[in-house]
């Protein structure tokens, strides 16, 4: 008895589900001047009004520092002291490393002594050389007065050459010596190590430390890195459909999770000139002033970007727009007659809940709920009218979004 009340209920709710869906399409079919008679479509409607719209688009990126560079030794040995450690704040030529430098010692006292040793060398060849002059110049003379063999004067004058030659290699020899001195002084030197930079002088800060006190390094093994973020990077990635508006110079609004209802401002300072493949999307760079330290390199952020703005738009809810024969519009309400009339719309900027009308020039109401039930000139009856916007309302949702894989629904 039981199953058979259940049936029963069953096929008077489907029976009722086919009467209302038979009733609906009756209605849509029914144009003016048929179904004398028939009963009005129950409808909300929404006043047309103006406002400022706004094309704006959110992507999503990440923060970069300003600068960023390794610190590592020239030379090799063991790290004896490390005076930097991450978060430190560092200054331009600030000593952060000092490496065992016995050995370079003892090569730098090696150079010199060498060094030394040319120098008296050379003292020993000019004296040489002098009395070679000397002696050329008395047999010189002796000649003149037909006391000097030809001979005599032959082997002066190689002996003189010879002092010549052997000043000038002694000299050559300094000049070795020396370079070598200074490249023991300069590998010394390369024992202390500094940190230094060529745009400004403001500090910077330690971001990663690689070894620790002890360690033997070789050359050009990494200590720390240094970044400086004074101002940050925030780096997005754009469609092709958004490429043409990028524009340099222009404003960015930066959020992130990190500092929730505060917003920071950048200007976008690079636009990529290619399209990576895989993604599709260019590179643009955004360049953040960070002077309390607040933006971290790594950061994940969401930027705003406003493409265009106009005051004074005429509007409509975008819940009112639909589409018929392959036309976007909307169902005005005639408040005379009371009956619905679809307007075929050129679309401007939608923003949230809003949509710009472009043309034709709009006034009335317009139909949000029920327009679907709707065609040319059937009757209506409004049960809720919503007010009209105002120029100063604001969006009652947020902008359109884009990822790093691609766009979210801009229009």
């Known amino acids: 008895m039981r199953k058979a009340v259940i049936i029963v209920l069953v096929v008077v709710a489907v029976a009722g589900v086919i009467g209302w869906r038979v009733h609906a399409a009756l209605v849509r079919q029914q144009g003016p001047g048929r179904g004398r008679g028939a009963r009005a479509v129950p409808v909300e409607a929404q006043l047309i009004g103006r406002r400022t719209v706004r094309d704006v ?17 020239k030379v090799s040995g063991r790290l004896e002291k490390l005076q930097a450690n991450i978060g430190d704040a560092i200054r331009n030529g600030d000593l952060i490393a000092v490496l065992d430098s016995a050995e370079y010692v003892q090569q730098e006292a090696q150079a010199r002594a060498e060094l030394e040793v040319a120098r008296a060398s050379l003292a020993e060849s000019r004296s040489a050389l002098d009395v070679a002059a000397r002696e050329l110049k008395r047999v010189q003379e002796l000649r003149e007065q037909k006391v000097a063999s030809e001979s005599e004067l032959d082997e002066a004058d190689a002996r003189h050459r010879a002092a010549e030659a052997r000043y000038e290699v002694v000299q050559a020899q300094i000049k070795r010596e020396e370079a070598a001195r200074q490249a023991a002084q300069a590998r010394l030197d390369y024992t202390r190590i500094h940190v230094s930079w060529e745009d400004g002088n403001d500090p910077r800060a330690v971001a990663e430390r690689f070894v620790d006190e002890g360690a033997m390094l070789r050359a050009n093994d990494p200590i720390i890195s240094v970044v400086d973020i004074s101002s940050v990077l925030a780096v997005i990635h754009v469609i092709e459909r958004d490429y043409p508006d990028i524009r340099i110079g222009q404003t960015v609004t930066v ?157």
């Open 57 to 73: 688009a959110e992507f999503t990126g990440t923060l970069l520092p300003r600068s960023q560079f390794i610190v590592a030794p």
């Open 255 to 411: 959020t992130t999770d990190a500092y929730e209802g505060r917003e920071f401002t950048g200007r976008i300072v690079r636009r990529a000139p290619v399209f990576k493949e895989e993604s599709r999307q260019a590179r643009v760079e955004v360049d953040m002033p960070n002077p309390q330290g607040l933006l971290a390199p790594g950061m994940y952020v969401r930027a705003r970007i406003e493409f265009a703005k106009r005051e004074n738009a005429t509007v409509v809810p975008a819940s009112a727009i639909l589409t018929r024969d392959g036309r976007r519009g909307v169902f005005l309400v005639d408040s005379q007659n009371r009956k619905a009339k679809f307007v075929p719309l050129e679309i401007g900027i939608v923003e949230g809940d809003w949509a710009e009308v472009l043309q034709p020039p709009l006034d009335g109401m317009v139909v949000t709920l029920g327009h679907h039930l709707l065609s040319e000139g059937v009757s209506v009856v409004v049960t809720q009218t919503a007010s009209a916007p105002t120029a100063e309302s604001a969006p009652s949702s947020g902008p359109a979004t884009q990822g790093l894989g691609g766009q979210e629904g801009r229009p």
